[in-house]
């Protein structure tokens, strides 16, 4: 028997690194000797802390919001009486849990299962085969298989793999390069992040293999520094490979070399964009220039290199040990094999979801994610971050794959998936986009630089009621002009959240600005927290629980919430005995 | 740009950095072309921050213009060109802690600690900084201080928490003073 924690970053948010102390001291008090693994994320975020017991026989059981006294309960049932601890019990293979059950694994094909500080675990689930697979064949043997499994770029574009590796191939120059994007800038999407902490052999091998169809003797990973662990892990791993000749001079006896480096970010959105990646890697401020000449032809230091991200790398050891065939089997007629998204906001299990391409969003959101927290309705799922969209429950029956996901006007994005609810306010998340990419804007052009101000303002005074007749014309006008003028990705994608909560969500815009309202109750300047007086039974517990002590009040008489300085946190609806109910929003 | 600096060197002069902890950084990366960002970071992580007199000196050391030196520095978010306090609070602002309402969090903390966002409070404890999503949505709303993160908050928690640090500090304090 074997115990194995999930250590990757939210797993230790949420508190693991306490629950292996806990464990250890608890298993040396039992006088118990098993081995305690650690292991990635296996993407139940919403049950971090896990905690795996492994029978001998390979049987597995995962309990899950691990506790300190969850743990002694374990120890004493499961680990020394073999009785299931069945009230914490989140996974067994007897009782599958719903959010694994429907998902099917490739590029997270180790994560939560291995551990990612040891090669040997990798290895003995067939890492490095593809690698040693790979240097038996052609270059163009490689392309053509990647080809045939119709991998396309899981970074945003869904730019076929296959082409840019045989066109970086293809052109002229004695050195090329690999790149791999791990700069995830999409806030609200962890899914490379997470790849990188639970499996960096994956990414390692699937750029080894680039590397080798390619011509390219050098890799480097541009990862964000925000992501310290992952750094750390993939430096384990790359010192790990090299020891044993995976990676370096004369990998696997053969004469192909291949090195991979890593570089930080530092910080800045736009550094996802390639051409503005390049430039940062070459040490100067990470501003996207005119495409052509692409990085194919024209990359780092001038040389040809090919860009791809994490997640798409991830897959290329599968699709060349398991062939391209299997990998275009899964999936739908444009869009194969799976597809990683970082399951997150108003949904009961959020996490990291691997799901076959063509999937509807409807059973990613209920059949896995379990639906919408509290039982409240669903408005609306954004897809592709600051570049996507809004997506209404309408069309909640679009498969997931890049075409249908784009003719709703969002994008396919990274894999960020944020569902919102009816107390999410839609203009506020226009809003909450736009302030992100105006402040993330390099500044280049100026229809991106002071088009996404303009539009910011806009929208900033209808959250404020002070939307004028006309903001949604001037909006999707200068929606229109932004778009066009503006020279890479982020520009052009921009008005994306303005424009689909503004296609399927007129209406509220409409209420903020004729008649003053918010109909998600979410827009500070337009409501006001009150207390009923016939209500109000004097408990007090409103005002201590109000971050800022605006709620004065006494004995016998309804508390007053003080207006001025009341910050609309809505603590105190929230406090409020439910008998009494007696705070109002406006 | 000289006469900019120069002025606020005057009001730098008081903690004028160590140049010379720099040194074995500038040996490495003096050479490689490209390894601008790079010298910053471990500037940053050396000095905490990166004051003007050691921008100048780095654009001296490895042959860049002083300009193209501050052009990359206030580039990058990560870069902070103002010291920073003992405590720095991360509190997220992506997509899924915002809509589940980080932003009255930001309110709350900013009453409580009476500085904006990218501040440091006068007696160098807390700085106060957004950030777009530290990768544990589900635990949003989240915020991480000094590495740990905190989650899932309301105005409130945030608050006691940030309360709870303060009172640590008051008490190891006069502990010392005891002592
Ligand atoms: C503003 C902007 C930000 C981007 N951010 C990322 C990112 O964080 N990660 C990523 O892999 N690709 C990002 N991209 C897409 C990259 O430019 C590029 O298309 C991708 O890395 C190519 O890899 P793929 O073909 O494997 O998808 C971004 C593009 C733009 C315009
Ligand atoms: S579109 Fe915006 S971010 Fe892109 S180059 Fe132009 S100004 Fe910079
Ligand atoms: S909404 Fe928040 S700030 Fe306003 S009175 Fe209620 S608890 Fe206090
Ligand atoms: S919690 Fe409700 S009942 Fe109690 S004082 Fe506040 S408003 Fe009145
Ligand atoms: S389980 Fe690690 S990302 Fe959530
Ligand atoms: S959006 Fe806050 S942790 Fe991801």
Redesign the interface.
Known sequence: MKIRIGLG??G???GALKVMEVLKTELDSHNLKLEIQQTGCIGM??N?PLLDIIEDNGQTFTYGKITEKIIIAIIKQHVLEGKLVEKHLVNSCANPNDFLAEQVRVALRNCGIIDPEQIGHYIDRGGYEALKKAITMSSEGIIEEIKTSGLRGRGGAGFPTWFKWNATRNNPGEIKHIVCNADE??????MD?SVLESDPHSVLEGMAIAGYAIGAAEGIIYCR???PLAIRRLEIAIKQAKEKGLLGSNILGSPFAFDIRI???????VCGEETALIA???????MPRLKPPFPAQSGY?GEPTNINNVETFANVPWIIAEGGKAFAAMGSQTSKGTKVF?L???INR??LVEVPMGLSLKDVIYKIGGGIKENRNFKAV?LG?PSGGCIPAALLDTPVEYESITATGAIMGSG?M?V?DET?CMVD?AR??LD?TQKES?GKCVQCRIGTKRMLEILERICNGEGQPGDIELLHEIALKVGEGSLCGLGQSAPNPVLTTIRYFQEEYEAHINEKKCPAMQC?ALITYRIDPDKCKSCSICAK????NCIKGEKKKPYVIDQNEC?????CM?VCPTKFNAVIVE | MLCKCEKEDQNQAADSPDLSMLDEVLDEYRSQ??????V??KAQDLYGYLPLTILRHIAEEMNIKPAQVY??AT?????RLTPVGKYIIHLC????C????S???E??LI??LKIKPGETTPDKLFTLTN??????????P?M?INGQ?Y?PL???K??SIVKDFYAGEQQASEGGENA
Not at chain 1, 545 to 548: A, E, G, L, S, T
Not at chain 1, 567 to 571: M, R, V
Not at chain 2, 33 to 38: N, W, Y
Not at chain 2, 131 to 140: D, E, I, P, T, Y
């Open positions: 970053s939210c230790i948010a949420a975020c919403h971090e800038g999409d806030p609200g999407a962890f992040r520094a925000e992501y570089k930080q970010g530092a910080g800045a959105f940062s890697l070459e040490g100067e401020r990470g230091w970082a997150a906001g108003k959020g996490g954004q971050g960020g944020v919102m999410t998340v909450f986009f992100f390099c500070k629980k109000c971050p800022v910050i609309k946190c809505g603590n929230e | 072309a490209g390894s601008l960002v790079t910053l970071q052009g990359v580039f990058y978010t990560q870069f602002q992506g997509t899924a915002h809509v589940n309402s932003e009255p969090i309110t709350a009453q409580e950030v777009a999503c530290l990768g544990c949505c589900s635990l949003a989240v991480m993160a989650g309301n105005p409130n945030a608050v």
